[in-house]
Structures are given as structure tokens and as C-alpha cells.
T-cell receptor, first 116, second 117 residues
Framework: DAGVIQSPRHEVTEMGQEVTLRCKPI?????LFWYRQTMMRGLELLIY????????DSGMPEDRFSAKMPNASFSTLKIQPSEPRDSAVYFC??????????????FGEGSRLTVL | AQTVTQSQPEMSVQEAETVTLSCTYD???????LFWYKQPPSRQMILVIR??????QNATENRFSVNFQKAAKSFSLKISDSQLGDAAMYFC??????????????FGKGTKLTVNP
């Protein structure tokens, strides 16, 4: 069974450009999370969805960041315009929501973003 | 807000020896989940072990076990018979139980474990 699939694995872009990160959660998982990992700040939750609805986006740094989940099998995280301080590894994770599952988050392999 | 603290940024252990990684958390909830995740250099986050707060018995998974002290809000990870493949970043995480919806995991800053041959 395929795990959480993220693309691209690596992205190098120039400041000011738009960046779109993609995620396909595990089939049957109804909760999806976007995390950002940096050396300075560790793992930060940016936003999470339950049944395709954003539940908590308080971690989204600013208006340059936006996330969507148009259906149960796809989510995007967009940064426009990108800045060097956005350089980080972005993880997508999914799990079975309340009433089922073990509470375990399943992570993708991450997308490493470098903004020059 | 819940917080998770890992006071040891780095730890090292000799191969075949035992090491304990510390984690404390702050919460006013009585029921919750605790996790240890491992992140090797490949950066894939992998669940090592989980503990439900209502269970008094400490969770174990092969060479990995926890010491869960609910009153002290402590959740340490013990790795026995350390192997070179155990070298990684280890993250402690906390999650409230869900009530009709998902809930986020709050992570500590991580502990980098080095295993010396």
C-alpha cells in the first residue's frame, strides 16, 4: 500500500517565484497535515484539514502561504511570492481521524525547498 | 497550549549499550496520546512507539520502551542494545484525543542520537 506521496522532493527557486507543493494522503485517511521543518524552529504545524475542510491554519506564517484540499486524495501548499526564509523541508502527513485508527500520523518523505 | 520539551539536543551511545532520551510535556488534559518518532538521515519520519495516557502499562516495541510518568508529565524513550541503524533524530510528540475531529501533534525540538561502533 502506498504511503503519503509528496512532490516535488526537491525544489530550488528564486525569490519572488511561486512554489506549489503537492500531497496525496493515504487512501482512507480523512485528516491531512502540513508541517514545516527548519533547524531553528523544528517541526511546525502550518495547517490541517479534516474531511477536506481546514480546521486550524493558525500556523500559516502569512498571507503568502495558502493551502487547499479540493478532494480527499489531494492537497496543495502554495507560497507566493517565495522568500529565502521559506527555505525548509515541508512535510505532509495523514491519519485516520476520530473514531478510528491508532492516532498515528503517517508522513511523506518531505519536499525540500530552497529559495535563492 | 500544550508544549513538549526535549532537554537533550544531542546524545551518544556505544553500539549494544542502552540509552534513554528524555521528554516532558505540559497539558491540562487527562487523556491524550504520546509518541516517539524517528527521523533518519533519509528524513522520513517513522513512528517508533506510542502510549495512551489512560494506560498505566508502559509501551514496548522490541528494543524500544518508554517510561511514562503521568503525574510528572514525563515520557522517556529507552533504546536497548543500540544498533548503528538507530542513529537518527528522535522527536517526542503529544496529541489530545479527538472528539469528532482530528487534532494536531505537537512536537518537541528533537534529540540527535549518535551510535558509536
Amino acid at each position: 500500500d502506498a504511503g503519503v506521496i509528496q512532490s516535488p522532493r526537491h525544489e530550488v527557486t528564486e525569490m519572488g517565484q511561486e512554489v506549489t507543493l503537492r500531497c496525496k494522503p493515504i487512501s482512507g485517511h480523512n485528516s491531512l497535515f502540513w508541517y514545516r521543518q527548519t533547524m531553528m524552529r523544528g517541526l511546525e504545524l502550518l495547517i490541517y484539514f479534516n474531511n477536506n475542510v481546514p480546521i486550524d491554519d493558525s500556523g500559516m506564517p502569512e498571507d503568502r502561504f495558502s493551502a487547499k484540499m479540493p478532494n480527499a486524495s489531494f492537497s496543495t501548499l502554495k507560497i507566493q511570492p517565495s522568500e529565502p526564509r521559506d527555505s525548509a523541508v515541508y512535510f505532509c502527513a495523514s491519519m485516520v481521524g476520530a473514531g478510528g485508527g491508532t492516532g498515528e500520523l503517517f508522513f511523506g518523505e518531505g519536499s525540500r525547498l530552497t529559495v535563492l | 497550549a500544550q508544549t513538549v520539551t526535549q532537554s537533550q539536543p544531542e546524545m551518544s551511545v556505544q553500539e549494544a549499550e542502552t540509552v534513554t532520551l528524555s521528554c516532558t510535556y505540559d497539558t491540562s488534559e487527562s487523556d491524550y496520546y504520546l509518541f516517539w518518532y524517528k527521523q533518519p538521515p533519509s528524513r522520513q519520519m517513522i513512528l517508533v512507539i506510542r502510549q495512551e495516557a489512560y494506560k498505566q502499562q508502559n509501551a514496548t516495541e522490541n528494543r524500544f520502551s518508554v517510561n511514562f510518568q503521568k503525574a510528572a508529565k514525563s515520557f522517556s524513550l529507552k533504546i536497548s542494545d543500540s544498533q548503528l541503524g538507530d542513529a537518527a533524530m528522535y522527536f517526542c510528540a503529544y496529541r489530545r484525543p479527538t472528539q469528532g475531529g482530528s487534532e494536531k501533534l505537537v512536537f518537541g525540538k528533537g534529540t540527535k542520537l549518535t551510535v558509536n561502533p
